[in-house]
């Protein structure tokens, strides 16, 4: 379970336009998640680029959609 400031760090990160490529684009190598909320709150999630397994996350569903493709 995390703690209070865990969740405060998370959230202070989030909210800091450095971790933003291009303001839109976010990439924290300090933060391990690969999917974090968006600034706006209920605004949905985005993906952590910094982290490597946004890759793998990535090309595994374009893998995935090129065998439905395939198949279709």
Known sequence: MKSKFDQYENDRMIQDPTN?????IYFNRKDQRILVPKRIIGM??????ANIYTYV????????????????
């Open 44 to 49: 949905g999630w985005t993906l952590n680029f």
């Open 57 to 72: 996350l990535i090309l595994g569903l374009i893998f995935v959609a090129l065998i439905f493709i395939r198949l279709g």
């Open 20 to 24: 933003y490529k291009v303001g839109i």
